[in-house]
């Protein structure tokens, strides 16, 4: 039988551009705004690319059920969720295992950030609704996440900030999308540091590289954080540097 032949996906190609048009080291564009759902104490939405989502913080507040509650700490409960129509194909709204890991990673690369052991007994929810995806959903969410606790005024030591990382026909690529994702040789791995302190926070890794690799892309993705902190802290800026009002 007659093999088929595929054709061969230049990720990049001889001018350094990818198949978006983007440079190897170049995030899509991102958009954040703080405090855009009135019924929470803290909110945000961001376009990342394609990605949309919602964050919505409540809290601290008391525990329940008390049986979840910390008398060291509050709890973080993230939850993230995709919209049914998010997706190609109709995401099943019931949680998924990967909706679970995500929420728990995320929620895990949060807490590094806040001052817990000062909210002894309590919770603090964080809601992320993804509407639109295309890859690179986690870091979004944690990217709001982040803004909207900020907005919430619950204690941070820094912000949560993050960009995916990773390969794809052999080159090196910061944020990748959907389709870089898929490359047969792809690397993906969704990254989140606080901002300040440089703390790696969350590091998943979907595929293997090499040390040369990793020591190659990380810079890269490090200096990308630092655009998306600069965003993070604009979007709280346009909500509170009026005279420390907030904007009605
Ligand atoms: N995706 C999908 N259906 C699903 C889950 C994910 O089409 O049920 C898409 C979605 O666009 C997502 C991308 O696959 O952004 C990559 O998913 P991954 O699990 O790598 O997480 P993400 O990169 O979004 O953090």
């Not at 007659?2 to 990049?12: L, N, Q």
């Not at 995030?27 to 964050?55: C, H, M």
């Amino acid at each position: 039988m007659a093999k088929k032949t595929e054709e061969k996906i230049v990720y990049v190609d001889s001018k350094g551009k990818r198949l978006d048009g983007r440079k190897v080291e170049e995030l899509r564009p991102i958009k954040i705004r703080a405090g855009v759902i009135p019924s929470a104490d803290g909110s945000a939405y961001l376009e990342w690319g394609q990605n949309k989502v919602f964050a919505a913080v409540h809290g601290p507040r008391p525990c329940l059920p008390k049986h979840t509650a910390s008398p060291y700490k509050a709890v973080i409960k993230f939850d993230y969720k995709m919209a049914t129509f998010s997706v190609p194909d109709r995401k099943n709204p019931r949680p998924s295992r990967r909706e679970i890991e995500i929420s728990k990673v995320c929620g895990e690369a949060l807490e590094k950030a806040i001052f817990v052991e000062r909210f002894p007994n309590t919770e603090i929810v964080v809601i992320v609704a993804v509407i639109d995806s295309d890859a690179g959903s986690r870091i979004a969410s944690l990217t709001a996440a982040s803004v909207a606790m900020a907005d919430a005024g619950i204690p941070m030591r820094d912000m949560v900030t993050g960009t995916g990382i990773g390969r794809a026909g052999g080159k090196m690529l910061v944020d990748l999308n959907k389709a870089e994702e898929d490359a047969p040789d792809a690397v993906d791995i969704p990254l989140a540091i606080l901002p300040n302190s440089k703390e790696i926070v969350l590091l998943q890794m979907d595929g293997i590289m090499t040390k040369k690799e990793w020591e190659d892309v990380y810079p890269l993705g490090e200096k990308a954080i630092m655009q998306v902190y600069e965003l993070q802290k604009n979007a709280l800026k346009a909500k509170y540097a009026k005279n420390g009002v907030e904007e009605k």
